[in-house]
């Protein structure tokens, strides 16, 4: 069972990434699927969450407008569309499945992080 994170890069302000999520040995299309960052002395914060019960997904209002999360259950892989990057976006970005978007169920898996750097 395994989650992999891949995708970030060093990118400029303005410019746009699409991180992965590839998930193996489970199906990840009847899990909860959050997206998580980590920014250099900051605490963890979740910027976005799909929710397997209602097929809604959720946003923080930090990335409202800018981020989109899809997936292709075909794949087994999840995405996180990012545009309009800012600096402030520089983070580790991570997945993980299971769990709920309220934050009440602790997710079941989770995936290595990819690190995003945008420059000024």
């Known amino acids: 069972v395994q989650l992999q994170a891949s995708g970030g890069g060093l990118v400029q302000t303005g410019g746009s990434l699409n991180l992965s999520c590839e998930a193996s040995?489970?199906?990840?299309?009847?899990?909860?699927i959050g997206w998580f960052r980590r920014a250099p002395g900051k605490e963890r914060e979740g910027v976005s969450c799909f929710s397997s019960r209602d097929a809604s997904t959720h946003y923080a209002e930090t990335v409202r407008g800018r981020f989109t999360f899809s997936r292709d259950n075909a794949k087994n892989t999840a995405y996180l569309q990012i545009d309009n990057l800012k600096p402030e976006d520089t983070a580790v970005y991570s997945c993980a499945a299971g769990g709920d978007c309220e934050g009440t169920i602790e997710y079941s898996y989770w995936g290595q992080g990819t690190l995003v750097t945008v420059s000024s």
């Open positions: 040995g489970f199906d990840l299309e009847y899990y909860v």
